[in-house]
C-alpha cells in the first residue's frame, strides 16, 4: 500500500521558472492538503481539497494554484518561482475532515528556487 | 484565526531523562492530535484526544487534554535515541476540514 506519493523529491528552479508538484493517495480518502515547511519552522497550509472538484485556500496560497480533477491526484502548481518559495512541500490526506481523522503525509518535496 | 503555541522551541535532554512539551490554543478545541517529524522525514500521526482531561498512554509517551481543551502535553519517561525530532500539536475542530499545527518542539538527546 503506497500511501500519500509526491514527486519530484528534489528539485533546483531559476527564478521566474514554473513547475507542478505530484501528489497522489491511494487510500480514496476524500480530503487533501498541502503544506509547505521552511527550515526549523511548522507547517502552513497552503491550498486544500474536500473531494474531486472542490479546492479552497489555506493560509498562504499566493503564488500557487491547485486542482483536484480525481479523488487520487492533487497537484500543486507554481507559475513564477521565487526565492521565498523555497522550502519543503508536504502533500497530505485524511478520509474525513482533518478534526476527525490523521493525516497521512507524503515523504516531501525539498524545493529550492535560485 | 486560531493560533496554536507550543513551548519549548527546542528541548536537549541526557539519553534516560524526561521531556515534555506543552501545546496551548487561543480557543477550545473539539480535539487534538500528535505528530512526530523525524530530522529529514515526514509528519507521523502518534494519538488524537477528544474528550476533557484525557489521559492516553504509548509505552513511554503519556498525552494529556486539558480540562478546559484548550491545552495539553506529552511526556516521554526515560528518553531514547530514537525520541529525537520534532513533536507537533494540531489542533481541530469537528466539521472545520483543516487542521492548525503547532510551532512544533524539536527535541535532541544527549547519549
Known amino acids: 500500500n503506497a500511501g500519500v506519493t509526491q514527486t519530484p523529491k528534489f528539485r533546483i528552479l531559476k527564478i521566474g521558472q514554473s513547475m507542478t508538484l505530484q501528489c497522489t493517495q491511494d487510500?480514496?480518502?476524500?480530503?487533501m492538503y498541502w503544506y509547505r515547511q521552511d527550515p526549523g519552522m511548522g507547517l502552513k497550509l497552503i491550498y486544500y481539497?474536500?473531494?474531486?472538484?472542490?479546492?479552497d485556500k489555506g493560509e498562504v496560497p499566493n503564488g500557487y494554484n491547485v486542482s483536484r480533477s480525481t479523488t487520487e491526484d492533487f497537484p500543486l502548481r507554481l507559475e513564477l518561482a521565487a526565492p521565498s518559495q523555497t522550502s519543503v512541500y508536504f502533500c497530505?490526506?485524511?478520509?474525513?475532515?482533518?478534526?476527525?481523522?490523521?493525516?497521512?503525509f507524503g515523504d516531501g518535496t525539498r524545493l529550492s528556487i535560485l | 484565526g486560531q493560533q496554536v503555541m507550543q513551548i519549548p522551541q527546542y528541548q536537549h535532554v541526557q539519553e534516560g531523562e524526561d521531556f515534555t512539551t506543552y501545546c496551548n490554543s487561543s480557543?477550545?478545541?473539539?480535539?487534538i492530535q500528535w505528530y512526530k517529524q523525524r530530522p529529514g522525514g515526514h509528519p507521523v500521526f502518534l494519538i488524537q484526544l477528544v474528550k476533557s482531561g484525557e489521559v492516553k498512554k504509548q509505552k513511554r509517551l503519556t498525552f494529556q487534554f486539558g480540562e478546559a481543551k484548550k491545552n495539553s502535553s506529552l511526556h516521554i519517561t526515560a528518553t531514547q535515541t530514537t525520541d529525537v525530532g520534532t513533536y507537533f500539536c494540531?489542533?481541530?475542530?469537528?466539521?472545520?476540514?483543516?487542521?492548525?499545527f503547532g510551532t512544533g518542539t524539536r527535541l535532541t538527546i544527549i547519549p
Open positions: 480557543t477550545t478545541l473539539s480535539n
Open positions: 481539497s474536500v473531494g474531486a472538484g472542490i479546492t
Open positions: 494540531a489542533a481541530g475542530n469537528f466539521g472545520n476540514e483543516k487542521l492548525t
Open positions: 487510500m480514496n480518502h476524500n480530503y
Open positions: 497530505a490526506s485524511s478520509y474525513l475532515e482533518a478534526g476527525r481523522q490523521p493525516q497521512h
